[in-house]
């Protein structure tokens, strides 16, 4: 494992005090090759490896060789259970779960507005209807800051959302489906991040300027100035997620971002 990502890992457990809470439970985690999943995969790993911990954990990916690529030098991949699927078509034999991760999210900008729409609410219209009925502690789901609309920066919970893209549309059905459900859930509005495992290659700003500087290209901003970001720290994001999935009460709705550090682009 790369020593600054063991680093950050044993600093969430370290102030996680509530993660002892994790153990000996069954966990679905839904979309395992996004930022927050690979995180999280590793955290699991590293408390069964380590603290010897005693978490079954299930996978849902598109492609396991895409997946064991990823992860082949990073986790033991023979110690957990994968199910290759997306999520508008996931079936589940045996839906005796504890938690569930519901991180499985299309990039917004790779795939037309109708697919990514169709993507986002029939998946969780999927995921809603196969667990309304079971026995789950805890369904976390991870939305976006941007269902608040243009003007998010700052954005409180109990601010009236305002989604002006078809991403945002999405997600905030997506939350009302989940709201309006019996199942036990907590929703994460997530703004932007940075750290390892973030894509070298994608739309993100953060991304690019990286890539850049690593091979040696101009550093181009498209913005007017405007766009104001506040990255927040993976390794931060999952404590906060963790405390979220763990702590948090039935139907509650916590943004999780960056505080401060204002970058304008």
Request: contains cysteine; proline residues 2%; glycine residues 6%.
């Amino acid at each position: 494992m790369n020593k600054i990502v063991e680093e950050d890992i044993k600093s969430i457990i370290q102030k996680a005090d509530f993660i002892s809470k994790l153990n000996n439970k069954n966990i679905l985690l839904i979309g395992g090759t996004g930022f927050f999943a690979k995180w999280f995969i590793i955290l699991i790993d590293y408390l069964n490896n380590v603290f010897s911990f005693n978490i079954s954990l299930t996978i849902t990916i598109r492609s396991y060789k895409k997946f064991v690529s990823e992860f082949i030098n990073v986790i033991d991949i023979n110690k957990y259970q994968y199910i290759e699927s997306d999520i508008e078509n996931l079936k589940l034999d045996n839906k005796d779960f504890d938690f569930v991760l519901y991180f499985a999210s299309p990039d917004p900008y790779v795939i037309d507005e109708e697919k990514l729409y169709n993507t986002i609410a029939q998946g969780t219209e999927n995921i809603v209807n196969i667990f309304e009925n079971a026995n789950i502690e805890r369904l976390i789901f991870t939305s976006s800051g941007a269902v608040y609309g243009c003007n998010y920066h700052n954005s409180k919970e109990t601010d009236i959302c305002k989604p002006n893209t078809i991403y945002a549309k999405a997600k905030k059905y997506a939350e009302e489906l989940i709201l309006q459900s019996n199942i036990n859930i907590s929703i994460a509005r997530c703004f932007v991040f940075n750290g390892p495992f973030n894509e070298k290659h994608n739309y993100f700003a953060m991304a690019n300027f990286i890539d850049s500087v690593i091979n040696n290209r101009d550093i181009i901003i498209n913005g007017d100035g405007s766009p104001i970001r506040s990255y927040l720290y993976m390794a931060d994001a999952i404590y906060w997620l963790l405390t979220i999935l763990l702590k948090s009460k039935n139907k509650s709705i916590y943004n999780v971002g960056g505080g401060g550090g204002d970058i304008y682009l």
